[in-house]
Structure formats: structure tokens, C-alpha cells
């Protein structure tokens, strides 16, 4: 089973760069740039993986990106990711990363960007991975932070396909950046935005009719309001769900009490995705096998989950039709699961 998972043809939205910072990349990064670690060893570090909330984790996350101080730093931790998600199939993918964890270090804008965006250049060429680039905004910092870093980014627009919120949701509402968000799609930026994992359906209502956002990024608690999920369902706005970090923050308590399953049969463009995987246990297949194993899910759910991370990208209605036909033919020869 668990080669099905990695082979299937997919797409993963919603993965913050800095998130795939595993312990041991950490540490050798750490000690190139000569910077001391909280943690004495790999071990310690994943000790310390313990989280009671959002807050906890972000505290642990910030430091792990602390270590990254040149552009080699950031085509490496970002050409690792692409490996390692090319080794699970993973087609297409839509990356996240925070421009004011590292600028409010002193570490230049173009620095952590040209990193990024040559590593995305050579996935393309070498390991025939696509790839898009979201910036987002740190939601625990003032809006007119955001609106200096979108400043920032203009000159790299070719680079950047969307922006979207991300960082402590709960008191950092979506409105508090609506005059952020208008002024990127007046730039031509697309829009995602964090909401309803630890904040209220209130919070998604926001993102949707503030934020203009083309699709949510976690937003597990529209089920707080069932109006909000049949305009989820009759719209087909993207939810970009990421299971073992649900589990892993405490928004639920287990894998069997997540609700992946219930609004994938309410009709909602859900997606599996990874989130910060080097520290939530698991890349987007190990996502999709806790996923099946706890809540059962059959095979025409995870063909429905694979084929909607193709149709939440921001790719060309082609690009689309044509990865769907490659998961179609997998699936119709894959007769092991």
C-alpha cells in the first residue's frame, strides 16, 4: 500500500520551504555558517517535536530558519525538498516561503529568493518537477511589514505567482491585511491565505470576501458553519489540508477524529498536503497513508483527493487536463492497492 501512495501522480500545495528544514540539514547548515543551535544534537532537535499548539511549533520553526543565511543555504534546503518530493511523485508544486523570517534578520530579499527560485529552475530541468512560488506574509507582524515586503517582491513579480498569510492565526485576523492583499492583486498576484485551522469559520468568511483569496490553506473549521461549507462546496474553493500537522498542533486530537473524510463526501475541494513535513512527521505520502489508514478511505478517495491537488493549482486549464490524464492512466494500470 504504501507504494501506491508514493507512486500516484499528485500535486502538494501547501508547503512552507523553511518546514522542510530537516534536523540534520539544520546541522550542517549550522555549521557552515558557524551559528550555534539550541539543540546539541539531531536527536535533541527532534525530541524538542513535541507540540501543544501553533505557537509552540512556530517558536522551534523560527529557530531552525535562523540558520539559513546565503543563497546556497536556500537552493539547498529548497532543492532537497524538490528530491524528496519528486521521489513521491509529486508532479507539480506550489511552494510557500516567508521573505520576514530572514529579511527581519538582516538576510536581503533578493538572498533568499535568487536560492529558491534557482533551485525551482533546476527541478524543472533535472528532475522534471513544475513548480510556482507563493510569498506570505507573517500574520504576527503589522500590516505595514506586509505592505514593505510585497514593495519588495515587485521587481521579482515573474518569480512570484500569489501571496498568502501564514504565521499565528488566532488575534491576526485575515482583515487586519485586506489593504495588503488589494494592493497585490492590483499587482497581478494571485491570493491564498491560512484560515480555520486554530481561528473560526469567521476567519475563512474573511480570507473569502476580504482577501479575495482563490483558495483556503488548512481550513478545517468551516464545519463551525454549515453555510460556510455549502459555499465551499457550490464554489469549489480549494481547502489545502494538511492532516499530520492537524494532529500534530492539537487541532484534533487524533487522525481518527480528523475531518478529511466528511468534507471530502460534503462535496469539498480538499487536498492532501504536507505543510511543515520535517517537523509534522511525514512528506504528503506519509500524509495520504495516515490519512487512508485512520479514516478508511477508499481508492476512488484517493484518486478524488489526487485529482483535486491538480485542480486547486495554479496551473493552465492544459497543464491540468494533462496531469489528470496521467493519474487517470496510473490508476487504471495500478492494480496493487
Request: aromatic share 10%; proline share 4%; charged share 25%.
Amino acid at each position: 500500500m504504501e507504494t501506491f501512495f508514493s507512486d500516484i501522480p499528485k500535486a502538494e500545495l501547501h508547503i512552507h520551504i523553511e518546514g522542510s528544514l530537516e534536523p540534520e540539514l539544520m546541522f550542517e547548515i549550522a555549521d557552515r555558517n558557524k551559528i550555534k543551535l539550541p539543540f546539541n544534537s539531531v536527536e535533541e532537535a527532534k525530541k524538542a517535536y513535541n507540540f501543544e499548539n501553533l505557537q509552540s511549533f512556530l517558536d522551534i520553526y523560527y529557530a531552525g530558519a535562523n540558520v539559513l543565511r546565503h543563497e546556497a543555504d536556500f537552493y539547498q534546503l529548497t532543492w532537497n525538498y524538490l528530491q524528496k518530493a519528486v521521489s513521491q511523485n509529486v508532479l507539480h508544486t506550489e511552494i510557500f516561503f516567508d521573505p520576514q523570517t530572514h529579511t527581519d534578520r538582516g538576510i536581503p530579499f533578493e538572498i533568499v529568493i535568487n536560492g529558491i527560485r534557482r533551485a525551482l529552475e533546476d527541478g524543472k530541468e533535472k528532475l522534471g518537477i513544475s513548480s510556482k512560488l507563493i510569498l506570505c506574509f507573517l500574520r504576527h507582524l503589522s500590516a505595514e511589514s506586509a505592505m514593505a515586503t510585497l514593495q519588495s517582491a515587485l521587481p521579482y513579480k515573474n518569480a512570484i505567482a500569489a501571496v498568502g498569510l501564514d504565521s499565528s492565526e488566532l488575534g491576526n485576523p485575515p482583515s487586519k491585511f485586506q489593504t495588503v492583499f488589494d494592493k497585490a492583486r492590483e499587482e497581478g498576484f494571485l491570493t491564498v491565505a491560512h484560515a480555520g485551522e486554530e481561528g473560526t469559520a469567521e476567519y475563512i468568511w474573511e480570507a473569502i470576501e476580504l482577501l479575495k483569496v482563490s483558495r483556503i490553506d488548512h481550513g478545517v473549521r468551516c464545519i463551525q458553519d454549515p453555510n460556510l461549507v455549502k459555499y465551499l462546496a457550490v464554489e469549489q474553493i480549494p481547502l489545502t489540508v494538511c492532516p499530520l500537522s492537524n494532529v500534530k498542533l492539537r487541532v484534533f486530537n487524533s487522525m481518527a477524529e480528523h475531518n478529511l473524510k466528511q468534507l471530502l463526501d460534503l462535496g469539498l475541494c480538499v487536498t492532501v498536503n504536507s505543510d511543515d513535513p520535517a517537523y509534522f512527521g511525514g512528506y504528503i505520502a506519509e500524509n495520504f497513508i495516515a490519512s487512508k489508514t485512520a479514516l478508511n478511505l477508499d481508492k476512488k478517495d484517493i484518486y478524488q483527493l489526487a485529482k483535486n491537488s491538480f485542480l486547486a493549482s495554479f496551473l493552465s486549464l492544459e497543464e491540468k487536463q494533462h496531469f489528470i490524464e496521467n493519474l487517470d492512466s496510473f490508476m487504471l494500470s495500478y492494480s496493487r492497492y
